[in-house]
């Protein structure tokens, strides 16, 4: 598959990421589907398909955060678009809380604007604000969720359920507040904890690569439609980028990505960092981006001075 020669008109925070089977985009639209579970098994085209969403939120004024608790190594090559980039469960909890922070004060700002006045706006969501007075969108794209559920003791219990309690919470509140959801995993099933099922219900968008147990197809899809989950099963090794995309519409479909190298999504990173927005909440948790090193001078070879 190969990305579209020119640019499939769309707008803001619709993308055109997959090729589905009848030859049409699979163009992923954020105000219409809010949130978005993404599965994927190790050497899928998970990756591939999370690159095209990256770059295309790039070239967008949209604020990106990464939460990538594998110490930051699968996110990093993206931090110079990053507005902020959790790498460790500690910090990815401290993340959580600047986030709902972040919806809570969007809210009150929706309801002053809904009080009396001449410059008074009946909504219950930001785009129902006025263009300056909108708060710009937030994208978080969740690494590994796996790895927000493991626990190896009670303090890493308690904070599981505080970090899972505030995704939830982002889940159902972030649509009107302009905070949008992708959830990434190699594998997603029940057994991941308390909240693992309650989440999936709030991920309205589904996207599911060659994983490799059945019981997570049948979490992606299965509520959707049970022949979409027995589709992505039949995904062969061999078939990169190949995935079975569904909603709870009931409609499905296969779609293939098209390929994307890391050394070309970070590069299109590096040069939308300029877009990053402008959100206070967020710096503490801005990835520092090394700058690159100046050339090594080199002196001029000298031939010795012979008599």
């Known amino acids: 598959v190969r990305p579209p020669r020119r640019r499939l008109r769309t707008e803001p925070l619709t993308l055109p990421l997959a090729l589905r089977e009848d030859g049409h985009w699979h163009v992923r639209d954020f105000r219409t589907v809010p949130h978005e579970l993404i599965l994927g098994a190790t050497q899928s085209g998970k990756s591939v398909y999370l690159r095209n969403l990256l770059c295309g939120l790039a070239r967008q004024p949209v604020a990106l955060v990464g939460i990538d608790c594998k110490w930051g190594v699968?996110?990093?090559p993206f931090a110079p678009r990053l507005s902020a980039l959790a790498d460790t469960p500690d910090r990815a909890n401290d993340l959580f809380?600047?986030?709902v922070d972040e919806m809570e004060a969007r809210f009150r700002l929706i309801g002053m604007r809904g009080g009396a006045g001449p410059d008074a706006v009946?909504?219950?969501?930001?785009?129902g604000l006025?263009?300056?007075?909108?708060p710009v969108p937030v994208v978080v794209v969740v690494d590994e969720v796996a790895e927000l559920f493991l626990a190896a003791?009670?303090?890493d219990e308690k904070r599981r359920d505080a970090m899972v309690t505030k995704l939830i919470r982002l889940a159902q509140l972030g649509r009107a507040a302009g905070i949008y959801l992708e959830v990434c995993g190699q594998r997603f099933g029940a057994e991941l904890g308390k909240g693992a099922t309650m989440l999936r219900a709030q991920l309205t968008g589904r996207v599911c690569h060659r994983v490799n147990d059945e019981t997570s197809a049948n979490m992606a899809l299965g509520d959707i439609a049970p022949e979409a989950a027995l589709a992505a099963t039949r995904i062969p090794a061999e078939r990169p980028g190949v995935a079975v995309v569904g909603d709870s519409?009931?409609?499905w479909s296969r779609v293939r990505s098209p390929h994307l190298t890391l050394e070309n999504a970070a590069a299109v990173c590096r040069d939308t960092s300029g877009l990053i927005p402008v959100l206070p909440r967020l710096d503490t948790f801005r990835p520092v981006v090394p700058q690159p090193s100046a050339a090594p001078v080199v002196q001029p070879a000298t031939r010795p001075v012979t008599g």
């Open 74 to 76: 699968e996110l990093a």
């Open 97 to 99: 809380d600047v986030l």
């Open 122 to 127: 009946l909504t219950s969501d930001v785009w």
């Open 130 to 134: 006025p263009e300056k007075a909108r």
């Open 153 to 155: 003791s009670k303090d």
């Open 249 to 251: 519409s009931g409609g």
